[in-house]
């Protein structure tokens, strides 16, 4: 997950988008993967440096994979801690969970929120953070899994727009050291997410 300027971007953007104003989809993608290579030279921790963003890859723009899920809320759900890349454990709590189909295929993605970012700045109140593994990790995308960063804002009753046109990579895609969240077992979808980035083009850091 990011604690950086893309979040407050997308926190900022996302009524915009959730009511269908009109824009054009693909400019918007673009928009959106600009501001997090922006992201990397202003963020102090960043593992990149802007020759490195040229590295940067992602799959082309497919907006099948926009996808308007059924969500289920699970208010009762009690807090958790998730392993991280470093052996670190962060604090979250399933927010709910998410059912759709992909190609014809069920999928189930938990969706949660981050305990300890909220108790430090309560910007962070609506955000919500999905962390997934699929069947493209390893050979073209971060074998780690990749991540998707929502608002409670985006839930319309029992339906969410999910976009893996926006998924990412976390920072340990990049060098080695980083406490990234890895994605449960529960989020581990039997399909290839050909969405959102892609392999960093660059040896990784150690």
Not at 9 to 14: K, M, V
Not at 84 to 111: D, M, Q, V, W
Not at 135 to 152: A, Q
Request: aromatic share 16%; glycine share 6%.
């Amino acid at each position: 997950m990011r604690t950086s300027g893309l979040i407050i971007f997308l926190l900022a953007t996302l009524p915009l988008c959730a009511y269908g104003q009109s824009y054009n989809y693909n400019d918007s993608i673009a928009r959106y993967w600009q501001q997090y290579k922006n992201d990397f030279l202003t963020d102090a921790h960043s593992p990149l440096t802007a020759e490195d963003t040229a590295y940067l890859r992602f799959y082309p723009t497919n907006a099948a994979y926009s996808i308007t899920t059924h969500f289920t809320r699970t208010p009762d759900s009690k807090p958790f801690t998730m392993l991280t890349h470093s052996g670190a454990r962060k604090n979250y709590s399933e927010y709910g969970y998410a059912t759709f189909k992909i190609k014809g295929t069920p999928c189930t993605l938990h969706i949660y929120q981050a305990i300890d970012l909220i108790k430090k700045d309560s910007k962070y109140n609506d955000y919500l953070f999905i962390p997934f593994t699929d069947e493209t990790n390893y050979k073209e995308t971060f074998g780690g899994g990749r991540y998707l960063d929502l608002s409670t804002k985006e839930i319309h009753g029992d339906e969410l727009v999910i976009d893996f046109n926006k998924c990412y990579n976390p920072y340990c895609a990049f060098k080695g050291g980083y406490a990234c969240p890895i994605p449960p077992k529960e989020n581990d979808l039997s399909i290839g997410i050909e969405a959102g980035e892609k392999l960093f083009g660059k040896e990784v850091k150690e």
